[in-house]
């Protein structure tokens, strides 16, 4: 025997997942492109250095790292929300040969119980000429898919020296206080700009 829900106890419910819905909507409406960082490219240039510099003091191995690789994706300030659906957007630059050779943006979407926001920022490090010509032949790169990506946390950073270097691409999360260990970019999608 099965027991239907009468319309007066879904209601409240439904009131319940349209107020979700609604905030939801308006924290990923607060992080679009316009609104989150519509930073020029000098300010991009800038910020991406800083965030190198720190990572590099926080993390010798991110430094260690760079020397071998063939491009570097900075994103200095990813600003991640959400209240049940969620978001992060951010705006970076590619590095080659030590100089910003073009910009991109990198978004991601969630879904989960999760609230509240953050910022971080994150580098990629290029490692393969493979991976630097998927970047520039892809209509965006969704981490994932494609060239393999280690994301570098502290046990990992530990292990990793220039002989262990094997994969395509690998990514260090930080804040200031360091490598972030709770976040993943798994999903998330990076594209070309202009600035």
Do not use: C
């Not at 250095?49 to 994706?73: G, H």
């Not at 990992?156 to 804040?175: H, P």
């Amino acid at each position: 025997m099965t027991h239907s829900q009468s319309p007066n106890t879904r209601r409240p419910f439904l009131r319940l997942s349209s107020l979700l819905l609604t905030a939801s909507l308006s924290v990923l409406a607060g992080l679009s492109p316009m609104s989150a960082m519509a930073a020029s490219a000098e300010d991009l240039n800038k910020d991406a250095q800083q965030a190198l510099a720190a990572l590099y003091k926080s993390n010798p191995v991110a430094e260690t790292i760079s020397k071998k690789a063939r491009a570097v994706l900075v994103f200095p300030k990813i600003v991640k929300a959400g209240l049940v659906f969620g978001g992060s957007y951010g705006e970076g630059v590619l590095m080659k040969n030590g100089a910003v050779s073009e910009y991109y943006n990198s978004v991601s979407a969630s879904w989960g119980w999760q609230a509240g926001a953050e910022s971080y920022a994150y580098v990629v490090f290029l490692m393969s000429d493979k991976a630097v010509r998927y970047l520039a032949k892809s209509n965006g790169w969704e981490f994932g898919v494609g060239p393999s990506l280690v994301l570098v946390n502290e046990g990992v950073a530990k292990n990793l020296s220039t002989s262990t270097l094997k994969d395509d691409a690998y990514a260090f999360i930080t804040d200031q206080q360091g490598l972030m260990a709770s976040l993943s970019i798994e999903g998330t999608k990076i594209s070309r700009i202009k600035r």
